[in-house]
Each structure stands twice: as C-alpha cells, then as structure tokens.
C-alpha cells in the first residue's frame, strides 16, 4: 500500500550557500521540489526555477518486483514552495521576487500565469530585449509601498 501523500507534511530547508538561493521540499525521506534562484542588484530575487518533481519511486524491494511510484502533480506542491519562498524572501535580504515566463514552461501549462497571479504576482509582458523563448515575466514586491 502506498503512503497517503499530505501537502501539510512537506518540510522546507535552504541548502547553505550565497548563489545560487537553493530550496527543497521534501516529503518524508523524498524530495518532492527545488526553487533556484539568484540575486541581482539591489534585493531583486530571480526565480531561476521552480520545479515539481512528477513522480517519485517509492519503493523497489528486489530486481524482480514491480516499482512503486506515486504522482507528484496538482497535490500544491508547487504553491507551497512558492509560497515558502515568498515567507522566507524578506528575512533574506529581498524587496523583489521576479521570474520569467518561458515558452518551455508555457506550452505544457498553459495556466502558470494566472497561477502565479492568484499568490499576488504582477504579470508583465516579454520586453523587445528578451530572447524569444521569454514570453513575460513575474512581479511581487515585498514589504510595505
């Protein structure tokens, strides 16, 4: 039987370093997420990343039995760490988090921005500079103004 997942159980930690920021959520003894991201100038944090792992073995007791794997998708894993990263952001030094809107990340989920907008995200369009893979970009400011 497979363990009954709970988004309430997931545990965050930042993995020590200046650059990259690195966070993962962990499930139990499973990593479940990591967000990346780097430091610009004056307290701008830039999601590198945020990624959900899709599934995860849960157990192989021999070579000769089948895996057991459980789907990580659409259980707030990802609005979870999101939300941690923005809890965790000011202690660090940060007024601003921003990110890309990449076509990669678009194309399979087409929903991302008004995700991001309904955690308070501003969403901005691509800027004739961006390459052509970016499509828009995330906004927050943090703190007070």
Known sequence: ????????EITFEQVPGDLPLFFVARWRE????VVVGDW????????????VEEDILLRRKSLFQCE???SLL???????LLREVIRQAPR????????KLAERD????????DWYASEGFKILPAKKVDPPYV???????????
Request: hydrophobic fraction near 45%; proline fraction near 8%.
């Open 68 to 70: 057991k794997r459980m």
């Open 40 to 51: 610009k100038a004056d307290g701008v944090l830039v999601i590198e990343d945020l990624r």
């Open 1 to 8: 039987m497979l363990p009954q997942f709970e988004v309430a």
């Open 30 to 33: 499973w990593r479940v997420g």
């Open 106 to 113: 678009l194309q399979p989920r087409p929903f991302l921005p």
């Open 74 to 80: 659409r259980r707030g894993i990802g609005r979870s």
């Open 92 to 99: 660090l030094g940060a007024t601003e988090l921003v990110g």
């Open 135 to 145: 499509k828009g970009w995330i906004r927050m400011r943090l703190g007070p103004g």
